[in-house]
């Protein structure tokens, strides 16, 4: 079965602290991997796509398609990161146009 | 740009009417999928529309519908309301080619009594 799974519903972390968001996958192929973010009264919105292999306001992402995970990461917390965050896989092949999200997970930066 | 726009944000309905919730994609964006979010569930896939084709539906009863117009703009019609289909129904459009992702609207909150 397709599925995303971020195993923390919430994290807490103190400003400056290193942060690492889990998101394993259960997928039977090569899947693409993206990272959506909600900050408070903000619409959802794109973070990072593991094929662009790009830092995004500090956070990185690497796909470990032996572990089927795609974590992100920060070194170095701040309190403008604490929002939800979303994992979410596409088909890479062509002709399947949805995309399946984790459940999501809070993060909280504490000062 | 202007982005994704839903109306209307919130709705109370009873159950066993329908609602119908519409979806203004970006311009120029010919790809309109729908999310049902819930607390427990997180984001679950409903419908894709590109070019007034359904693409891609996801497991929900046939309660749930939607139709894309030659505009791009698009409807989800939900009948016979249920209390389970309280939700925060979330629309996105993309350029619908390839993986190109998602840009999300702010939702419509309907709440069924």
């Known amino acids: 079965a397709q599925r995303v799974t971020q195993p923390e519903k919430l994290l807490s972390v103190f400003k400056g602290a290193p942060v690492e968001l889990k998101c394993n996958y259960s997928y039977s192929g090569s899947p693409e991997l993206f990272w959506y973010v909600q900050y408070s009264r903000q619409r959802l919105q794109l973070l990072l796509r593991?094929?662009s292999r790009e830092s995004i306001k500090g956070f990185t992402a690497d796909l470990n398609k032996g572990e089927t995970s795609f974590h992100l990461k920060k070194p170095f917390a701040q309190e403008e990161d604490s929002a939800m965050y979303y994992c979410?896989?596409?088909?890479?092949?062509?002709?399947?146009?949805?995309?399946?999200f984790g459940t999501g997970t809070r993060l909280k930066v504490l000062a | 740009k202007a982005g994704v726009t839903q109306t209307p944000r919130y709705l109370i309905k009873t159950r066993g009417q329908q609602v119908t919730l519409s979806c203004s994609p970006i311009s120029g964006h010919r790809s309109v999928s729908w999310y049902q979010q819930t607390p427990g569930q997180g984001l679950q896939f409903l419908f894709e529309?590109?070019?007034?084709?359904?693409?891609n539906k996801g497991n929900f009863p046939g309660r749930f519908s939607g139709r894309q117009f030659s505009n791009s703009r698009s409807e989800m019609n939900v009948s016979t309301l249920e209390l389970g289909d309280s939700a925060l129904y979330l629309c996105?459009?993309?350029?619908?080619?390839?993986?190109?992702?998602?840009?999300f609207g702010n939702g419509t909150r309907l709440t069924v009594t």
């Open positions: 979410a896989l596409t088909p890479g092949t062509s002709g399947t146009y949805k995309y399946i």
């Open positions: 529309y590109f070019s007034e084709t359904q693409r």
């Open positions: 996105a459009s993309s350029s619908g080619q390839g993986t190109s992702p998602l840009h």
């Open positions: 593991h094929i």
